[in-house]
């Protein structure tokens, strides 16, 4: 089956350590991208990257970090840096050529910090 | 003024009733416009998607664009319990790659 995996379904980790959320997805998307959804709120762009090796910073991208070494593969590394951490991770790709943007979106992580 | 605007809602309807989901987005180009359902506590699911002015089924869903009075919206007809979730609205602004999410409307469709 086609589709997007983000691993954990639920972490927890005390403060100050860095804490890297896996996605992955089969759909041969070339685009994929990080949110951050937090209660009652909606989704806010953390980082995108449009192809291998390559990544552009979203709207809240201070405190993570990302690698795009295959095209399969986008994770995310929350940093000690982030003060807010806290939150519902989701993970989405789109293709680039023959489609107009759709974005799809894997299971999410959700995130607590103590 | 925000890029893409929802009321938060909740909009309560009963079973069987049409839900009129509405969204007004600012940038006047954008091209690409799509509807996500999102069930508490899950990740957002594509529902709908529409590029060109008018209305646009699917089953018991229409999407409807307005680019001259840049509104989107969405019609859930014989609304059913399992509807009941936060119904987000997404524009694609043009020259980006990016989407830019509306904070979601709350539906609840009492039985």
């Known amino acids: 089956d086609g589709g997007i995996t983000q691993s954990p379904k639920y972490l927890f980790r005390k403060e100050g350590q860095n804490v890297t959320l896996s996605c992955e997805q089969n759909l041969n998307h070339d685009a994929m991208y990080w949110y951050r959804q937090d209660p009652g709120q909606g989704l806010r762009l953390i980082y995108y990257s449009q192809i291998v090796n390559d990544f552009q910073k979203g709207d809240i991208a201070e405190g993570y970090s990302v690698s795009r070494e295959k095209k399969e593969s986008f994770p995310l590394t929350v940093t000690s840096a982030q003060k807010n951490p806290t939150a519902f991770y989701l993970c989405?790709?789109?293709?680039?050529?023959?489609?107009?943007?759709?974005?799809?979106f894997g299971p999410g992580t959700r995130l607590t910090v103590t | 003024q925000k890029e893409v605007e929802q009321n938060s809602g909740p909009l309560s309807v009963p079973e069987g009733a049409i839900a009129s989901l509405n969204c007004t987005y600012s940038d006047r180009v954008s091209q690409s416009f799509f509807w996500y359902r999102q069930y508490s506590g899950k990740s957002p699911e594509l529902i709908m998607s529409?590029?060109?002015?008018g209305d646009k089924e699917d089953g018991r869903f229409t999407a409807q664009l307005n680019k001259a009075s840049q509104y989107v919206s969405l019609l859930i007809r014989d609304s059913q319990p399992s509807d009941s979730a936060t119904y987000l609205c997404?524009?694609?602004?043009?020259?980006?790659?990016?989407?830019?999410f509306g904070t979601g409307t709350r539906l609840l469709v009492s039985p």
């Open positions: 989405a790709s789109s293709a680039r050529d023959g489609t107009r943007g759709e974005q799809y």
């Open positions: 997404a524009v694609i602004p043009t020259g980006f790659q990016k989407l830019v």
């Open positions: 529409i590029y060109s002015n």
